[in-house]
């Protein structure tokens, strides 16, 4: 069994920041790839940033460059997300996503079940 634990969603005011959290549970090799997607109402699923175990800079969608930073702490098998300066158009149900083989994927096989960022203009 893998779980993929997620917090540190909530609602912050337009310019705040928040720090999302995904902890592995199981069969850790999931962790060869990892990132974060967001899901706004009516929209599809998106890539926000995404990081390999083996090292690299990690890869950022364009909407948030220079504002979130993913970061990975092995020893605890957990994925960060620190987002600052949030707008609300970052609003949605961000998602921590790990998959062995697929990189920065929608296909990506293991999900967490969704936290939910809220920013208020």
């Known amino acids: 069994q893998v779980y993929l634990v997620e917090s540190g969603g909530g609602s912050v005011q337009a310019g705040g920041s928040l720090r999302l959290s995904c902890t592995v549970y199981g069969y850790t090799y999931i962790k060869r790839y990892m990132g974060w997607f967001r899901q706004a109402p009516g929209k599809d699923r998106e890539a926000v940033a995404c990081?390999?175990?083996?090292?690299?800079?990690?890869d950022y969608a364009d909407s948030v460059k220079g504002r979130f930073t993913v970061s990975q702490d092995n020893a605890k098998n957990t994925l960060y997300l620190q987002m600052n300066s949030l707008n609300p158009e970052d609003t949605a149900m961000y998602y921590c996503?790990?998959?062995?083989?697929?990189?920065?994927?929608?296909?990506?096989?293991?999900w967490g079940q969704g936290t939910q960022v809220t920013v208020s203009s």
């Open positions: 990081i390999g175990s083996g090292g690299g800079d990690p």
């Open positions: 996503a790990a998959d062995p083989y697929n990189y920065c994927s929608i296909n990506t096989e293991y």
